[in-house]
């Protein structure tokens, strides 16, 4: 099995920073792309940034210059720096990491148990 763990969430003013972190653990042979997603109340959930395993990196047009996707593949971790911080970007941040858990390319889709992100104005 494999566990995903985030951390990094919080209360920040409008303009601020905060920078989210996932750290995949477990049956984890290689790992593939990783997505951050994010969930606002009464709204759908959206994807914000993904990487793929080669680190090309892609971006919501909302947080374009603003948000910052990386990954420390060594420690199977991905990162989200998150800078100018606006009250529209509250929402609870989940994680999506796709993994193979047996080195036949079984690739499998784990979510994190999300973090809340709060943007006071």
């Known amino acids: 099995q494999v566990r995903l763990v985030e951390s990094g969430g919080g209360l920040v003013q409008a303009g601020g920073s905060l920078r989210l972190s996932c750290a995949a653990s477990?049956?984890?042979?290689?790992?593939?792309?990783m997505d951050w997603y994010r969930q606002a109340p009464g709204k759908q959930r959206e994807l914000v940034a993904a990487?793929?395993?080669?680190?090309?990196?892609s971006y919501a047009d909302s947080v374009k210059g603003r948000f910052t996707i990386s990954r420390d593949n060594a420690k199977n971790t991905m990162y989200l720096q998150m800078n100018s911080l606006k009250p529209e970007d509250t929402a609870v941040y989940y994680c999506?990491?796709?993994?193979?858990?047996?080195?036949?390319?079984?690739?499998?889709?784990?979510w994190g148990q999300g973090t809340q992100v709060t943007v006071s104005s």
């Open positions: 990487i793929s395993s080669g680190g090309s990196t």
């Open positions: 477990g049956s984890i042979f290689r790992v593939n792309g």
């Open positions: 999506k990491v796709v993994v193979d858990t047996t080195s036949r390319l079984d690739w499998n889709t784990y």
